[in-house]
């Protein structure tokens, strides 16, 4: 099947991962991919095996320039998802080297202080090859955080479900409680509070 994705060389492309789970931080890549890049296989991460993911994000830190920035869970807490995700891909494209001069930005918002000119673009990893490029980091990332933080906290087993909203999930919240990068601001979590036991001296 032929790829439809636009490739526009030299400008940013910007998504991010992770705004749904529970747990974990949200994370925002910003990829420029250079003239003559071979977007053959790029596509919307969710549309791509794990094994293929991997291979993708070899071959696009190999010849792009690209940036990864992370909101963990007490930004998301204190801004909401919605912000803390904004600010993540501000971060991202702030920090390219050299910096573009524009932005596709997938969803329907721009971050509030975009280093460049740029413009948002709903389902933008089905459009550009840069965006897809960048949820495709975006989303190898974070699945690489969630999968060391499940040896941090084997018993929640962030390694199968990487913090969404799953029925295991949800029964490890009610057994044990949120953990410290749990999204005390999302109501599942909040509903599983476990109150704390004061002992007096």
């Known amino acids: 099947m032929r790829n439809t994705l636009i490739h ?14 529970l747990a974990g931080p ?12 071979d977007i053959t296989g790029i596509d919307d991460s969710k549309k791509l095996e794990p094994h293929r ?3 993708l994000a070899l071959r696009i830190k190999s010849s792009a320039i690209w940036r990864i920035e992370r909101a963990e869970p007490e930004e998301i807490d204190r801004l909401n998802i919605l912000w803390a995700s904004l600010a993540a891909m501000e971060r991202a494209v702030a920090g390219l080297d050299p910096a573009p001069n524009y932005a596709f930005i997938d969803g ?13 673009v709903i389902k933008g990893d089905a459009k550009y090859a840069c965006i897809a490029a960048a949820s495709i980091l975006a989303k ?9 933080y499940a040896s941090e ?3 929640y087993g962030f ?9 295991e999930h949800f029964q490890t919240l009610q057994e044990h409680g949120p953990c410290l990068i749990h999204r005390r601001s999302f109501a599942p979590v909040r509903n599983n509070e476990q109150p ?6």
């Open 26 to 37: 949200v994370v925002a890549a910003a990829v420029v991919l250079p003239e003559g890049f």
């Open 108 to 120: 329907n918002r721009l971050p509030r202080s975009l280093p460049c000119a740029g413009e948002w």
């Open 140 to 148: 190898v990332e974070r699945d690489r955080i969630m999968v060391a």
């Open 8 to 21: 526009v060389p030299g400008v940013a492309g910007v998504d991010e991962a992770g705004r749904g789970p």
């Open 159 to 167: 390694d199968r479900h990487f913090g969404y909203p799953t029925p």
């Open 53 to 55: 993911r991997e291979d």
């Open 153 to 155: 906290y084997p018993e």
């Open 196 to 201: 704390c036991l004061i002992f007096e001296a």
